[in-house]
């Protein structure tokens, strides 16, 4: 397991570019917070030590002076939050070993250790706990009990500030993530909506200088791309024409000639050239886009009709299942992908089954299954490439141009739709197109 799995980055380029920014942020707020708190810290106790300094021996010279009745009067008065007076000996100890109680004592030898011989030490069992012991003038004994605080209590507020400022960062992050990776989400939909009939959305051309060169770049391909795809077009389209009339006289010729069997075969080349000219001026018109509009339509009826018209040419096609809800789509490139793939399956099984389903997602499967001999696994993609055909099982004289999966695959993504070929169990291929209802 590497590094990289075992801090299981999200996905998404918004959320990781959010996370650090995120995390850097809060760590630096963390760090100067840490740098602020200690300061704040070492301030105080410096504050604090001059003060208990100045404090505690104006306190014992006014013990000092106090008539011995009075002086238990005074203690409470003179009483801090960290340090009090006790007029005993005390408890007895090692040295003081804390940095805090070291310096407290440090800094009450200095304020009154001229005066008065003091000893201090730590008191045990309990952590920055001091005495300090001395004698008034008088010989009464006196112990000055502290517990040094480092510095001043948290106000209760601050927690609730902290964790409004990580909301604030999380809002901040958020935001500026959210700015720099809109374009990209924007530009990620327009290039998937970029299918066969090149009707994508165009981009914006505004905001940052980068974003709006990259939305002009984006925009300007699409115009080459369109462009280039009408010519092809239009190459192919003139090519046809040109080829027709040529491929008419060749066939007037070759019906004026003996009947002989090379004069058949002749025939059979000519029907093949011909087929072949307008499929891929087909192929190309799917390619430059689908022009139909979709509409609401009955998809039993559509699939109904198109099986009794196979029927009564005599093909062995069969309907099974239904649909049972209106469906929004373009009904003649729908019979058309149909269409194409019942001709195949006629044409290698001998038989066709076109199979409907309709899921809960919206989603339609139509399936068009033959028992075949199938198509190799390697080859269930290859053969959606115009012009590629299985040796095996298409050659001159079972006919095909290589062009009728193509035409279906790209008028499938025309529609958004989704063309697969699967082998069947026991011999033959499913043929799967998964619609979605535009309405």
């Known amino acids: 397991m590497n590094a990289r799995s075992l801090l299981r980055w999200p996905r998404s380029l918004f959320a990781r570019l959010a996370l650090i920014l995120f995390v850097g942020l809060a760590l630096a707020q963390t760090l100067s917070f840490w740098l602020t708190m200690t300061e704040r810290d070492q301030t105080m106790t410096n504050v604090m030590m001059g003060y208990i300094e100045r404090e505690v021996a104006s306190s014992v010279a006014l013990l000092d002076h106090l008539p011995p009745a009075e002086r238990d009067a005074w203690l409470p008065r003179l009483a801090r939050r960290s340090y009090s007076f006790m007029l005993e000996p005390g408890v007895g100890g090692g040295p003081p070993d804390a940095r805090l109680s070291a310096r407290a004592a440090e800094s009450i030898a200095e304020g009154i250790g001229k005066r008065y011989a003091l000893t201090a030490n730590a008191v045990p069992g309990e952590a920055e706990h001091l005495q300090v012991h001395l004698k008034l003038s008088d010989g ?27 909301a604030v960062l999380a809002a901040c992050c958020w935001l500026a993530v959210r700015l720099a990776t809109r374009p990209l989400e924007r530009l990620a939909r327009a290039a998937d909506t970029l299918g066969p009939d090149l009707k994508a959305e165009r981009l914006p051309e505004n905001g940052p200088d980068e974003v709006a060169r990259a939305a002009r770049a984006f925009n300007a391909m699409q115009d080459r791309v369109a462009t280039y795809m009408t010519e092809r077009m239009q190459i192919l389209a003139a090519i046809s024409h040109d080829l027709q009339t040529p491929i008419t006289r060749m066939r007037l010729r070759v019906d004026v000639m003996d009947n002989s069997a090379e004069g058949a075969r002749l025939q059979q080349d000519l029907q093949e050239m011909e087929t072949l000219v307008k499929e891929g001026v087909t192929y190309a018109r799917t390619l430059h886009g689908a022009t139909e509009v979709p509409c609401r339509i009955d998809p039993d009826a559509l699939f109904d009709s198109l099986v009794c018209d196979y029927v009564d040419a005599g093909q062995d096609v069969s309907l099974n299942g239904r649909i049972s809800t209106a469906l929004v789509t373009r009904p003649q490139a729908l019979r058309r992908i149909v269409g194409n793939l019942v001709d195949n399956a006629l044409k290698f099984g001998g038989a066709a089954e076109i199979g409907l389903a309709a899921a809960g997602n919206g989603q339609v499967t139509v399936s068009v299954l033959d028992r075949g001999p199938g198509i190799p696994a390697e080859s269930l993609e290859a053969v959606f490439e115009p012009f590629y055909r299985l040796e095996g099982s298409r050659n001159r004289h079972t006919g095909g141009t290589g062009l009728g999966l193509a035409i279906a695959r790209q008028l499938a993504l025309a529609m958004d739709a989704t063309l697969t070929l699967h082998n069947r169990p026991g011999g033959g291929l499913e043929a799967r197109l998964v619609l979605k209802n535009l309405g």
Do not use: F
């Not at 006196?142 to 409004?164: E, N, Q, Y």
């Open 140 to 166: 009464a004994p006196l112990t000055i009990d502290m517990h040094p605080m480092s510095g001043a209590p948290l106000s209760r507020w601050l927690p609730l500030v902290l964790a409004l400022q990580l």
